[in-house]
């Protein structure tokens, strides 16, 4: 909680010194089919039956099966670094948080709200995507084929319901979409190239090693992560393009006790 608070800080302080471009965002037409996409796949996620791997599925898994590329996976298992891929993705998924609330210092309620909005969409399409992938393919977690445990204790790991969830890493996903979200949209909306340096460094690197935690925990195997990186990247990068625009077609204006969403014909 330290670290992520100390990032915070430090993002803001240069956020705060920073002179700032114009706001390039806007919700247009885009906005309403991100949001359509990523709630219409989370939806059918939520309709299909959670993937269940039983004792016998266990017992009969074989690691000659895998792949050699990813069969290294299936020697991993950490509970410690299972725990620290949480650490290291929440820090990413927060430091988006910064640029919002400088946003409201800066410019008042619209740009903050429009900065959140597009980050939630980013989320939800992220999110929305991944958990459906999860329930169609059903891909056997690679601790579950780890000599080193035994089989009482994979069907107890297994007993929390999300054995077959290895295909693709959605800890991964997140941390870089929300990774290349925050960098990407801080290059058009400051002018510090040393900044910016040091924001793709330290937010790629946090998002990297959430997928090496990953891998350690025997959560994912090596393609579960590439995948991940891969989707998250360019959900990351495409939602906050998606909303730059010379048109405005939408506005969120905030009142007193509500919010309004307008929409313009030109």
């Given at each position: 909680?330290?670290?992520?608070?100390?990032?915070?800080?430090?993002?803001?302080?240069?956020?705060?010194a920073d002179a700032?471009?114009?706001?390039?965002?806007?919700?247009?037409?885009?906005?309403?089919?991100?949001?359509?996409?990523?709630?219409?796949?989370?939806?059918?996620?939520?309709?299909?039956?959670?993937?269940v791997l039983t004792?016998?599925?266990?017992?009969?898994?074989?690691?000659?099966?895998?792949?050699?590329?990813?069969?290294?996976?299936?020697?991993?298992?950490?509970?410690?670094?299972?725990?620290?891929?949480?650490?290291?993705?929440?820090?990413?998924?927060?430091?988006?948080?910064?640029?919002?609330?400088?946003?409201?210092?800066?410019?008042?309620?619209?740009?903050?709200?429009?900065?959140?909005?597009?980050?939630?969409?980013?989320?939800?399409?992220?999110?929305?995507?991944?958990d459906l992938t999860?329930?169609?393919?059903?891909?056997?977690?690679?601790?579950?084929?780890?000599?080193?445990?035994?089989?009482?204790?994979?069907?107890?790991?297994?007993?929390?319901?999300?054995?077959?969830?290895?295909?693709?890493?959605?800890?991964?996903?997140?941390?870089?979409?929300?990774?290349?979200?925050?960098?990407?949209?801080?290059?058009?909306?400051?002018?510090?190239?040393?900044?910016?340096?040091?924001?793709?460094?330290?937010?790629?690197?946090?998002?990297?090693?959430?997928?090496?935690?990953?891998?350690?925990?025997?959560?994912?195997?090596?393609?579960?992560?590439?995948?991940?990186?891969?989707?998250?990247?360019?959900?990351?990068?495409?939602?906050?393009?998606?909303?730059?625009?010379?048109?405005?077609?939408?506005?969120?204006?905030?009142?007193?006790?509500?919010?309004?969403?307008?929409?313009?014909?030109?």
């Amino acid at each position: 909680m330290k670290s992520t608070a100390l990032f915070l800080v430090f993002l803001w302080i240069h956020l705060t010194a920073d002179a700032q471009n114009t706001f390039p965002y806007s919700f247009n037409t885009n906005s309403v089919y991100i949001t359509l996409v990523g709630g219409c796949t989370q939806a059918a996620a939520l309709q299909l039956p959670d993937p269940v791997l039983t004792p016998e599925n266990i017992e009969a898994l074989n690691v000659e099966t895998i792949n050699k590329f990813d069969r290294n996976a299936t020697r991993q298992f950490s509970p410690l670094a299972n725990t620290q891929s949480d650490y290291t993705l929440g820090i990413v998924m927060v430091a988006p948080s910064a640029i919002a609330a400088s946003e409201l210092g800066r410019s008042g309620w619209n740009h903050a709200l429009i900065y959140s909005g597009m980050y939630l969409e980013t989320f939800l399409l992220t999110n929305g995507v991944k958990d459906l992938t999860k329930d169609i393919v059903q891909r056997t977690r690679p601790l579950f084929y780890n000599s080193d445990l035994s089989l009482d204790e994979r069907a107890v790991l297994a007993a929390a319901g999300d054995g077959r969830t290895s295909f693709y890493s959605g800890h991964t996903a997140v941390a870089f979409s929300s990774a290349v979200f925050l960098a990407s949209t801080y290059d058009e909306l400051y002018d510090n190239k040393t900044v910016s340096r040091a924001l793709w460094t330290s937010s790629i690197g946090l998002a990297t090693a959430t997928g090496y935690l990953r891998f350690k925990a025997g959560k994912h195997f090596p393609s579960d992560i590439l995948t991940g990186a891969i989707i998250g990247t360019a959900i990351g990068y495409w939602v906050p393009k998606a909303h730059l625009s010379g048109t405005k077609n939408w506005t969120l204006t905030p009142g007193t006790n509500s919010l309004t969403l307008q929409y313009h014909l030109r």
